[in-house]
């Protein structure tokens, strides 16, 4: 069974830094693309960023550009979200999902972690 563990969200102030981690189990995601979204209270889920199977080609959000940097490590089937200079309207859940290869749609998706930023 596919499981993805979202964890590192937490409380910080406007301007700090979290680093995010998303574990997966079930099987390995070494020639899969995987991405992070948020939600934040009241607005619909949106695309942060994303990475390729071999990491040479992400992408990310305009309003996130500079500031977050997308990461993944194949041996331990993770990928990470690095969130620095974090704003308050950086505040959402977010979530790691899996895109197959060959695919266009996010399959598997990890329960969410809060990341709140307060001003």
């Known amino acids: 069974q596919v499981q993805l563990v979202d964890s590192g969200g937490g409380l910080v102030q406007a301007g700090g830094s979290l680093r995010l981690s998303c574990a997966a189990s079930?099987?390995?995601?070494?020639?899969?693309?995987m991405g992070w979204f948020r939600q934040a209270p009241g607005k619909e889920r949106e695309f942060v960023a994303s990475?390729?199977?071999?990491?040479?080609?992400?992408v990310y959000a305009d309003s996130v550009k500079g500031r977050f940097t997308i990461s993944r490590d194949n041996a331990k089937n993770t990928v990470y979200l690095q969130m620095n200079s974090l704003k308050p309207e950086d505040t959402a859940v977010y979530y790691c999902?899996?895109?197959?290869?060959?695919?266009?749609?996010?399959?598997?998706w990890g329960q969410g972690t809060q990341v709140t930023v307060s001003s």
């Open positions: 079930g099987r390995t995601f070494s020639r899969d693309s």
């Open positions: 999902a899996v895109r197959l290869a060959f695919t266009t749609e996010y399959r598997y």
């Open positions: 990475i390729g199977w071999n990491a040479g080609r992400t």
